[in-house]
């Protein structure tokens, strides 16, 4: 698995955008990137992934580098409900998909 | 939709004691996947199946740890006996061929 590296936690003021970045030097030209979110006392939850292009969602964007070592996920405009633990994970595609491995993530506060 | 759905929501058990963890996968997901979550080590993939076959167990941390899938509708966790360092939240999640991990509320163990 690729090793990530994403800073242990970062602020944002409500309704500001949140730019959480990731550093994933070692990803094989075929992993994508993960994004995951875990609010507190739930399960994780699926955010956004990607593979090269830049990816847009109804929840977040995903901009990836143009080398791929790196990604940054965005909240265009944080939310209160945005406090949360964001994980960052790169993943092979075809047989291998279904296994992915959690970091230590960077945790979000969101002040009102 | 119910999403994927754990039972018990608690569990607490005298060590030494058989516990089974129940999940119910979303239905037309191929694949479930069973993880603990401690503030020491993150969360941790157990194991994960793929149309009801065993791919990967390689996370499951000794034989006290047992997983079964008996139908694409269900799967347990069992440990037997159990020791206070088995205390954790367990998830379950499922997954479609493709597309992101679908997480249930998990399972609070407490082994005293």
């Known amino acids: 698995d690729a090793k990530t590296t994403q800073p242990n936690s970062m602020e944002s003021n409500e309704e500001e955008p949140v730019h959480l970045p990731c550093n994933h030097s070692t990803i094989s030209g075929t992993d994508y990137i993960h994004w995951y979110r875990q609010l507190p006392s739930q399960g994780p939850e699926y955010v956004i992934h990607g593979l090269t292009s830049n990816v847009n969602n109804r929840m977040a964007s995903l901009a990836i580098a143009e080398d791929r070592k790196s990604s940054t996920l965005i909240l265009h405009r944080a939310t209160l409900r945005d406090a949360a633990v964001y994980y960052c994970i790169p993943n092979a595609g075809g047989t291998s998909y279904g296994k992915l491995t959690f970091g230590q993530g960077t945790i979000l506060t969101v002040h009102p | 939709d119910a999403g994927v759905i754990q039972s018990p929501r608690h569990e607490v058990t005298e060590m030494g004691q058989e516990v089974t963890l129940r999940c119910k996968p979303i239905s037309g997901h191929n694949s479930l996947f069973w993880y603990r979550q401690t503030m020491m080590r993150g969360l941790e993939l157990l194991i994960y199946f793929n149309n009801n076959v065993p791919i990967d167990d390689s996370g499951m941390p000794e034989d006290r740890f047992s997983a079964k899938m008996p139908n694409a509708s269900f799967s347990t966790l069992k440990i037997q006996p159990s020791e206070p360092r088995d205390s954790a939240v367990y998830f379950c999640?499922?997954?479609?061929?493709?597309?992101?991990?679908?997480f249930g509320s998990g399972t609070r163990l407490t082994v005293v």
């Open positions: 999640a499922s997954s479609p061929n493709v597309g992101g991990y679908t």
